[in-house]
Protein backbone atom coordinates (compact mmCIF):
# COMPACT_ATOMS: atom_id res chain seq x y z
CA UNK A 1 0.00 0.00 0.00
CA UNK A 2 1.23 3.20 -1.02
CA UNK A 3 1.96 6.03 1.95
CA UNK A 4 -0.03 8.37 -0.02
CA UNK A 5 -2.83 5.40 0.47
CA UNK A 6 -1.83 4.67 4.41
CA UNK A 7 -1.79 8.62 4.89
CA UNK A 8 -6.20 8.73 3.61
CA UNK A 9 -6.73 5.55 5.31
CA UNK A 10 -5.71 6.86 8.53
CA UNK A 11 -7.39 10.33 7.52
CA UNK A 12 -10.62 8.32 6.88
CA UNK A 13 -10.57 6.92 10.44
CA UNK A 14 -9.70 10.16 12.15
CA UNK A 15 -12.84 11.41 10.65
CA UNK A 16 -14.47 8.63 11.43
CA UNK A 17 -13.54 9.18 15.23
CA UNK A 18 -14.86 12.44 15.27
CA UNK A 19 -17.80 11.73 14.13
CA UNK A 20 -17.93 13.34 10.32
CA UNK A 21 -18.21 10.31 8.88
CA UNK A 22 -20.25 6.47 9.31
CA UNK A 23 -18.93 3.27 9.93
CA UNK A 24 -20.70 2.02 6.90
CA UNK A 25 -18.51 4.88 4.75
CA UNK A 26 -14.79 4.32 6.36
CA UNK A 27 -15.86 0.59 5.35
CA UNK A 28 -16.36 1.32 2.00
CA UNK A 29 -13.33 3.49 1.45
CA UNK A 30 -11.64 -0.13 3.13
CA UNK A 31 -12.89 -2.04 0.93
CA UNK A 32 -12.06 0.26 -2.32
CA UNK A 33 -8.35 0.35 -1.08
CA UNK A 34 -8.26 -3.53 -1.21
CA UNK A 35 -6.01 -4.91 -4.46
CA UNK A 36 -8.14 -5.43 -6.90
CA UNK A 37 -7.05 -10.22 -7.65
CA UNK A 38 -7.53 -11.59 -11.53
CA UNK A 39 -5.82 -14.44 -12.36
CA UNK A 40 -2.22 -14.47 -13.76
CA UNK A 41 -0.55 -16.28 -16.69
CA UNK A 42 2.29 -19.02 -16.45
CA UNK A 43 4.67 -16.08 -18.51
CA UNK A 44 3.13 -13.44 -15.97
CA UNK A 45 4.06 -15.78 -13.09
CA UNK A 46 7.45 -16.46 -14.35
CA UNK A 47 8.09 -12.70 -14.76
CA UNK A 48 7.22 -12.13 -11.42
CA UNK A 49 9.76 -14.65 -10.18
CA UNK A 50 12.43 -12.97 -12.71
CA UNK A 51 12.02 -9.34 -11.56
CA UNK A 52 12.41 -10.64 -8.05
CA UNK A 53 15.56 -12.43 -9.23
CA UNK A 54 14.69 -15.29 -7.55
CA UNK A 55 14.61 -19.32 -7.93
CA UNK A 56 11.14 -21.22 -7.98
CA UNK A 57 12.12 -22.71 -4.36
CA UNK A 58 12.63 -19.30 -2.68
CA UNK A 59 9.18 -17.89 -4.65
CA UNK A 60 7.54 -20.86 -2.79
CA UNK A 61 9.12 -19.78 0.62
CA UNK A 62 7.80 -16.31 0.06
CA UNK A 63 4.44 -17.82 -1.35
CA UNK A 64 4.28 -20.62 1.63
CA UNK A 65 3.72 -23.16 -1.00
CA UNK A 66 5.68 -26.33 -2.62
CA UNK A 67 8.14 -25.71 -5.65
CA UNK A 68 6.13 -28.12 -7.18
CA UNK A 69 3.24 -25.23 -6.99
CA UNK A 70 5.42 -22.71 -8.46
CA UNK A 71 6.12 -25.55 -11.11
CA UNK A 72 2.80 -26.16 -12.50
CA UNK A 73 1.92 -22.64 -12.41
CA UNK A 74 4.81 -21.65 -14.53
CA UNK A 75 3.93 -23.91 -16.69
CA UNK A 76 0.40 -23.34 -17.04
CA UNK A 77 -0.74 -27.01 -15.42
CA UNK A 78 -2.64 -24.90 -12.72
CA UNK A 79 -3.88 -21.71 -11.39
CA UNK A 80 -2.92 -20.46 -8.48
CA UNK A 81 -5.92 -19.15 -6.14
CA UNK A 82 -6.95 -17.89 -3.04
CA UNK A 83 -3.85 -16.62 -0.72
CA UNK A 84 -1.55 -17.48 -3.39
CA UNK A 85 -2.79 -15.67 -5.77
CA UNK A 86 -3.62 -12.67 -3.68
CA UNK A 87 0.39 -12.66 -2.51
CA UNK A 88 1.50 -13.06 -6.53
CA UNK A 89 -0.84 -10.04 -6.95
CA UNK A 90 1.05 -7.85 -4.25
CA UNK A 91 4.47 -8.95 -5.79
CA UNK A 92 3.82 -7.92 -9.22
CA UNK A 93 2.73 -4.99 -7.90
CA UNK A 94 5.20 -4.11 -5.34
CA UNK A 95 7.59 -6.66 -5.51
CA UNK A 96 8.81 -9.34 -3.04
CA UNK A 97 9.62 -7.34 -0.85
CA UNK A 98 5.72 -5.98 0.00
CA UNK A 99 4.75 -10.05 1.00
CA UNK A 100 8.45 -10.83 2.70
Given at each position: ?62 LNM ?29 GLD???
Amino acid sequence: MSNLLKSLQKDMTSLKEAGLISDTTLRDFNEACLTEVSPLSAAEIKLIRAENHVSQSVLAKYLNMSTESVQKWERGEKQPSGAALKLLVLAKENGLDAIA
